[in-house]
């Protein structure tokens, strides 16, 4: 819920990020690349992630895309299967201290730690 507009206006153009709209015309996700390398993208629902990832393998060089889903997520997982995705072994969550009131089915990709 924080304003990051300044931080991503530094970095954010037409030809490195992209906005996904939800029917009512507000922001439904978001996929931006940082100077630094890496991308972040975050999605509201399924199908605003699955159009983010979609519109990255058609204009990408990359030769593999790799993202990170949190295994929570399993809705998030399941779809990315059903469109295609291959699941690889991951790593361990760590979490400290008390436990978060956050959304892992929102999450389909981290970035920039520092960012919050």
Not at 1 to 14: K, M, Q, V, W, Y
Not at 66 to 79: F, K, P, S, Y
Request: charged share 25%; hydrophobic share 40%.
């Amino acid at each position: 819920g924080e304003d990051r507009a300044s931080i991503l206006r530094g970095f954010a153009d037409p030809a490195t990020s992209r906005v996904a709209e939800r029917a009512d015309g507000t922001v439904g996700g978001f996929l931006v690349r940082a100077p630094w390398g890496g991308r972040a993208l975050i999605a509201a629902a399924p199908e605003q992630a699955l159009a983010l990832l979609d519109w990255r393998r058609r204009t990408t060089s990359d030769r593999q895309i790799t993202i990170a889903v949190l295994e929570q997520n399993m809705d998030g997982r399941a779809r990315l299967a059903e469109a295609g995705w291959a699941e690889r072994p991951g790593g361990p969550r760590m979490i400290r201290g008390a436990g978060l009131d956050w959304r892992p089915d929102w999450i389909y990709g981290q970035f920039g730690g520092a960012l919050g």
